[in-house]
Every structure is written in structure tokens, then in C-alpha cells.
């Protein structure tokens, strides 16, 4: 074989090698841990496979069609038999993958709200739009703030915005603080209800990273302090990612107007317009415009 056409061929197999590894790379919801939650488990908390299942469901009814349209054939991996307390979003080629674990449902902090936020967390990373991680192999992907941003500002919005929120929340204990702002934001009584409502799936979420962290203590009247001189793409702590879950559900925006994987201003609230809803400083460095 000449020299040129096997150089070649080596290049092209290391360009493929490369390639691939850039598709499946991984997002995950939570940091590296340890952490195993077996069906068995006594310390698991009370969800069920059939719920685990039913909230994938319904995920899947309402973006599996939206995920279509972007050139993606969104496939949600139903872990449910295993520990791993964490979840993760690849691609490779045009399917988008979502890996969903029994461990994490589990969790003694994770609600039914809850594990639906992390689904849409992980479809966020496919779709929540800028500010992208950005970087070899994860171009692709939406960071972690701005995933959970979207989880609340669209995914679970769109998913149960035509339940009876009321009745839901009528049966859950809700934050006061929370309770109080999400009734100054809105009038419609569902939107409040709604507001609330993930208003706690999203606490539900914090404490359970807090927790993996050794703090499950976070609250919806000490927000994180922090103001980053640029946004960080990684996972912000505990009670900044809670911010941002909270924060979400206040924005206002409309379904209708989508985010974009370009322009990190549409479809979202910014501090321009409004000091509501908007991305926390603790993980997003607003740009000049939207001042």
C-alpha cells in the first residue's frame, strides 16, 4: 500500500474516532456520584415504575413531535431497574438520547414534579437553547443553567399547563415565600397554581443535589449571591440551580416564543425588560443588550 493513501487512511479513521466520541458525548443532570439506589432499597422513596414510566410519557407525547421538526428522533432510555442517581443527555447522528435511571427517581427527595424536571432538563440540553456548553464534543448541547432554565420556562409548562393545577396544588405543602411571588406574578388562578407547582419540583430537585453535595438546605428566600464575571457552563450549585428552576416558572414569557441556539435573548425573560424570571447572576453573565 503507498505511504500517502495509508497516512490517509489513518487520518480518516482517527477523524471518525473522533467524530463518534464528539456524538455520544454526555450531559448529565447531576455531578459524578457514588450514590446507588437499588428497587429494593429501604431508604427509596415512593416512586413507582408504572409513574416513572407514565411521566416519560408524557414528556415524550409532547416533544417527540417538536424534537421531529429539528431534525432529531428524540429516544428516552427507561433505566428504571437501575440505581445510578443521575441522568444524561447524547447524540449521535440524529437521535437524541435522554437516559432516565430508576436511582434517581428514587431518591427520597425526588417528587413526581421533580423526576418530570429532570427529563426535561435532559431534552432542555437538546433543545433549551443558548447559552451552549460549547467546546469539543458538546457543541451541541445547552448548558446546564440554561437547561434548567428551560425545563421550567418551557418543558413542564407546555406538559402541564392544561391540568388542574388548583387541585394539585391544593394538596401539596407549598413554600410561603414561593407562594407569595408566584401570586404577585400572575393573575389566571392556573397560572399561579402552575407557578407553584414547579415552584416545588424544582426545590424537590435542589434538595436532592444539595443533598448529594452534604446541604440539602436550600430556600426560596436566600438566593444564591454569587455574580459570575462569565457564565459558567457547568453544573451551578445547589441553591443556584434552585434559583434558576424558581425563576423560570416567574418568567412570563410565552410558549409561543421559542428560545434560540444562537441568541441567547429570544423566548426568555432579560434584565432589560424586566427583573423577574430572569437568568440568575450566579451561573449567567448577561450580555450588553440585555441591560
Not at 76 to 99: C, E, I, L, M, P
Not at 157 to 167: F, G, V
Not at 224 to 229: C, E, G, I, P, R
Not at 250 to 266: F, W
Request: charged share 20%; proline share 2%.
Amino acid at each position: 500500500m503507498k505511504k500517502g493513501i495509508l497516512i490517509g487512511m489513518m487520518s480518516y479513521a482517527l477523524l471518525s474516532a473522533q467524530s463518534f466520541a464528539a456524538s455520544v458525548h454526555m450531559c448529565n443532570f447531576a455531578p459524578e456520584n457514588n450514590l446507588y439506589i437499588s428497587a429494593d432499597d429501604k431508604n427509596a422513596g415512593t416512586m413507582t415504575e408504572e409513574r416513572f414510566n407514565k411521566i416519560i410519557d408524557r414528556v415524550e407525547a409532547v416533544y417527540k413531535p417538536i424534537v421531529k421538526t429539528k431534525g432529531g428522533n428524540l429516544v428516552v432510555q427507561r433505566n428504571w431497574t437501575d440505581g445510578t442517581v443521575n441522568a444524561y443527555a447524547s447524540r449521535s447522528g440524529s437521535t437524541w438520547n435522554v437516559a432516565m435511571f430508576g436511582g434517581l427517581a428514587r431518591h427520597k427527595f425526588v417528587t413526581d414534579d421533580g423526576f418530570m424536571m429532570v427529563v426535561c432538563h435532559e431534552l432542555g440540553h437538546h433543545i433549551g437553547g443558548a447559552p451552549k456548553k460549547g467546546g469539543w464534543g458538546s457543541a451541541w448541547a445547552s448548558n446546564e443553567g440554561q437547561s434548567d432554565y428551560f425545563a421550567t420556562l418551557k418543558c413542564m409548562r407546555a406538559i402541564l399547563e392544561t391540568d388542574d393545577n388548583e387541585t394539585y396544588v391544593a394538596n401539596m405543602t407549598v413554600d410561603a415565600s414561593a407562594s407569595q411571588k408566584c401570586e404577585a406574578q400572575y393573575k389566571s388562578s392556573n397560572e399561579i397554581a402552575l407557578c407553584k407547582r414547579l415552584a416545588m419540583g424544582g426545590k424537590s430537585l435542589a434538595m436532592l443535589l444539595g443533598d448529594l453535595g452534604g446541604n440539602s438546605n436550600v430556600n426560596f428566600n436566600t438566593p444564591d449571591t454569587k455574580v459570575v464575571k462569565t457564565t459558567d457552563h457547568n453544573h451551578p450549585q445547589a441553591q443556584c440551580r434552585l434559583d434558576t428552576y424558581f425563576q423560570g416558572a416567574l418568567c412570563d414569557k410565552s410558549l409561543s416564543e421559542d428560545v434560540d441556539d444562537r441568541d441567547a435573548t429570544k423566548g426568555v425573560c432579560i434584565q432589560r425588560d424586566t427583573k423577574i424570571g430572569t437568568r440568575p447572576l450566579c451561573w449567567y453573565k448577561p450580555s450588553a443588550q440585555e441591560l
